[in-house]
Structure formats: structure tokens, C-alpha cells
């Protein structure tokens, strides 16, 4: 194993989160007060409490789901999408480590960055609503999962990317209209059984039930499904990133 | 001398059917610094991006320092460094930042002295916290040896390496090169430019549309097949060439004033003599000859044509 190269990709990696301060920790958090402002305070007037837990704490568990899902997949997806672009992927490819390593390096970097993002979310969010973590355990090892998944999601994203209106395609046409339709801001209980049935088959559900369940013990579908979903959904990552380095699809022609 | 690269049948074929090398067999010798020539889209940067393992070979071997490239790919890697004929810098890092970080990625330990020693060789350490979008295209160049020169390699590739970069510079980095090579390190550069490799290299493969066309050591290409030019100039204008002199295949120039014959060093005769002697009898009078060697560039062009 080269862990210094692991190590050197990982605080490169790290670096430019730094340096776009702004743009990586600062937007986000702006924007989720925003959301709590609008949602919590405007629209969660008119709504008493789901499931017995007032309207602006019900919604915390999805919006920290819904930056860190689409914050994975950006900074995934850019990591690698950046050196292709500009041309300094070379070196990574003629370095001595492996496909393994290279992965290690960039989604471990994007995923430690979305879980801070999820974090300081948290943090804030403790400043507008009052909240109490359950299963602090489960807590972590949902954001840890999420993260982790969906910057894999990203980095082959950002591999099958050839320009940058397909880095913004996927995260904008499927992955923020299935989080905003996953539950982010309702439970699905509260949609016609039709939509009901048509919500479960949205994986982001699952993320998003699993995690209010480790804050709140109230959850859409049962906890083991949501971390059976959110596995599966890991591995198939897995498989595909698998499958590119193999066959060098997009990186090696 | 022990080969430190070593390519063995090595094919590639693209996916859009192209076949960019055909069945490359060559032996890069320990030490020194080999010129690989061609013209554009003769498969130069297709070789060397299969040794360095950038792209994946269709067919054939390479081992690099006795190791596969595909089976030990670690030991292989961590014997070269490359530089790239595209600038490919990070633009917001710093020179410092991006060199060291290229050390870590090839799995060295962090060693400040080394790169400083790198950068003051490169003439790069007052810009060492410089980022690199500030540096004119010389330096990024020298910025791009530095990265590669940071984890120690054994061997340096050098895609066109002078592409670009004024004559100053160009000369500026020959001398790196050789300073470089007399450290031990092994080189070999593509290029364009055929005074280049006449200047660095100690020998000269040439490839043409996907094949090896020719390996030699430089002298003794340039010997083999060296043609030299006996440039005769007249005391008087000729007019027309008599006829007892059609066997030279002379050429008459500067309106008449000169007579140009190609002979070949190789040849048992190179025919001097007898033209001499046919010049007198026609009764040509000349006040001077000189003689010119063929460079290694029109060696380069005829090869190609012929290939």
C-alpha cells in the first residue's frame, strides 16, 4: 500500500477545500439557513408537528442529508473531473499506486469534507431549533455512509464526465429532484398512497428515513431497510469504480 | 551496456480501429540519452505514455528496470519520471506545494533538501511560493521537470521538452539534461527540433507511422548515412553542363555561377577526383570548393519519405 500517496491526494485534496473556503463550507451553510427560514419559519407555521416533532426540527435530518448528498457528489465529481480537464491526471496514472489508492485518496477526501459540511449544518441548525440526537451512533454512521456513497457516485460522475454540463447533469436532473422528493421536508406518510408507492422507489427514502430515525426513532420505512439500501447502493458504487479502473474507461485510452 | 527499458512486440490499437504502433521492439540502454524522432502522429507520446503506464498496451512487453509495467507496475513506476509535452500544472498550487506533492504521490518520504536541491538546479527556488498560473511557460516547464525529477527517478522522459521555449532557455535546459544524465539518470526525449537530438543525444531511434524505423548511435548514423555536398564555385558563369560531365549529376546553381555534386562517404570512390579531373579537361576554371556535410535533419527527412 502507498499510504503516502493515499496521503499526498487526500491533503491535495484537502487543500483546495481551504482555499475555496467560500464556495465549500460557507455557500452551503447559507443556504441551509435559508431553507430554515423559509421552511421552518414561513411554511412551518401552518404545520403544527409530523409524527408528534415540531415542523422545523422534522426537517434537520433531511436538509443535513440533502447538503451532504449533493456536497459528496460535487466535490467528488469535481476532484476528478478537474485533473482530467486539465490535463494533470497524467501524473496520478504513471504513479506507482493503485487504482484502490487513487479512490482512497479522492472519495476519502470528498466524503471527510461532506461529513465536516454535515456537521457545522448540524451545528447550525442547533441554533434555530432546539434537538435531541437519539442514536448519536446511527447518527454518524448514516452521514459516514452517505457521505462515503455518494462521493463514489461522484467520482464516477466525474469520471464519465467529458465536459462540464454533464459534471452538472446528473446532480441537477436526478440527484436534487429525488432528494427534494425523498423526503427532505415531509414524511412520506403524509402523500396519497399512490405517490406513496411511487416515493419508495426512490433510494434517497431510505437515506433520509434512517437518518430522522437516528435523531428522532421516527422513520418511514424501518431502519434495517435504510441501511440495507444505503449498503447496496455503496456496493454498487463500488462495482462501477471497480469496472472503470479494470478497463480504464475514460482514463486510460 | 544492461538495457534499463526494454519493449518487447508492443502493439496499440485505439478504439476507433487507428493503429497507432506496430509491433515496437527497443532497448533503452542504462545511462544514456536516447532520442526518440518522428513526425507528428508517428506514435512518440503513444510509446511513452505505454511505459509510463498512462495508456494500456493492445499487444507486447515493456519491462522497466527488469520489471513488467503491468504485472509489477509499482517497481517499474517508481523508476520514472515524466514530463509531459502539454503543460499540466495545478495553477492555483504553489511550486513548493506541487512539487512535493508529486514526491508523496510516487510513495518517497518527504525530503525538503531534495526538492530544494531540484528547484535550485531548475533555477526555480526564488519562485518556490510562486503559484504556478504566475510562471511564464519556460518556467512551468521547469516546473513540470521539477515534479518529475522530485521522486528521484532513475529514468526522465521528456516529450518535446524545448516545444515553445526560446533559444536561450532551449540551451538552459540541454545543459539540465546532460547534468543530469551525468548523475546517472537515463533520458530519453521526443523532439522536433533535429538540432536537438544532434546536440544531447548519444543515440537516435526514429519512428514513422507506428514502427521503429531506424535505432544507431548518432555518430554513426550520421556516418552511415551521411551524404556530404561538394559545392564548386566557378571562375566564369556556365551556361550548360557539357555533356562529358552528365555521369556527376551536377547540379548548376546561382545562375551558373556554382556546380553542387551529392556524393556518398560510404562509397568506395566518391568520384572527387575524376569530376576534378573532367572539369579540367572540359576546361571549367573554379576559384573555390567546400564540402558540406549532410545534418542529421535531412538524414531524418529521407528516412520518413522513404518509410
Known sequence: MNHRAIRAIYLFEMARTWRTLLQSIVSPVVSTSLYFVVFGAAIGSRISEVEGVSYGTFIVPGLIMLSVLTQSIANASFGIYFPKFTGTIYEILSAPISHFEIVLGYVGAAATKSIILGLIILATAGLFVPLHIHHPVWMLTFLVLTAVTFSLFGFIIGIWADGFEKLQMIPMLVVTPLTFLGGSFYSIDMLPQGWRTVALLNPVVYLISGFRWSFYEIADVSVSVSIGMTTAFLVICLAIVWWIFRTGYRLKN | ?307
Open chain 2, 1 to 307: 551496456m544492461s538495457s534499463i527499458i526494454s519493449v518487447a512486440n508492443l502493439s496499440k490499437t485505439y478504439g476507433s480501429g487507428f493503429k497507432a504502433l506496430k509491433n515496437i521492439n527497443l532497448d533503452i540502454r542504462r545511462g544514456e540519452i536516447f532520442a526518440l524522432l518522428g513526425p507528428n502522429g508517428a506514435g512518440k507520446t503513444t510509446l511513452i505514455s505505454i511505459i509510463c503506464g498512462i495508456a494500456n498496451p493492445s499487444e507486447g512487453r515493456v519491462l522497466v528496470g527488469g520489471e513488467d509495467i503491468q504485472t509489477s507496475y509499482r517497481k517499474a513506476r517508481s523508476l520514472i519520471g515524466l514530463v509531459p509535452q502539454e503543460l499540466h500544472t495545478d495553477a492555483f498550487e504553489s511550486v513548493w506545494a506541487t512539487v512535493s506533492f508529486s514526491r508523496g504521490l510516487f510513495g518517497k518520504p518527504k525530503n525538503p533538501a531534495h526538492i530544494e536541491k531540484v528547484l535550485k538546479d531548475l533555477s526555480l527556488w526564488d519562485k518556490k511560493d510562486n503559484k504556478i498560473i504566475t510562471l511564464s511557460g519556460g518556467m512551468k516547464r521547469r516546473v513540470m521537470i521539477a515534479k518529475a525529477l522530485s521522486h528521484e527517478p532513475q529514468i526522465l522522459f521528456l516529450d518535446e521538452p524545448t516545444a515553445g521555449v526560446d533559444v536561450e532557455l532551449r540551451k538552459g535546459m540541454w545543459e539540465v539534461v546532460r547534468g543530469l544524465q551525468q548523475s546517472g539518470v537515463t533520458i530519453i526525449l521526443t523532439t522536433h527540433y533535429i538540432e536537438e537530438a544532434e546536440e544531447m543525444a548519444d543515440r537516435i531511434g526514429v519512428i514513422n507511422k507506428g514502427e521503429i524505423v531506424l535505432v544507431e548511435d548518432k555518430t554513426t548514423l550520421m556516418q552511415k548515412l551521411g551524404r556530404k555536398r561538394l559545392t564548386v564555385h566557378l571562375q566564369g558563369k556556365l551556361a550548360a553542363l557539357p555533356e562529358s560531365l552528365s555521369p556527376y549529376k551536377l547540379d548548376l546553381c546561382d545562375g551558373g555561377a556554382t556546380l553542387v555534386y551529392d556524393y556518398d562517404t560510404k562509397g568506395e570512390r566518391t568520384g572527387i577526383t575524376s569530376l576534378l579531373g573532367d572539369l579540367r579537361t572540359a576546361g571549367i576554371r573554379f576559384n573555390d570548393l567546400d564540402t558540406t556535410q549532410s545534418s542529421l535533419e535531412d538524414i531524418f527527412v529521407d528516412l520518413v519519405r522513404t518509410s
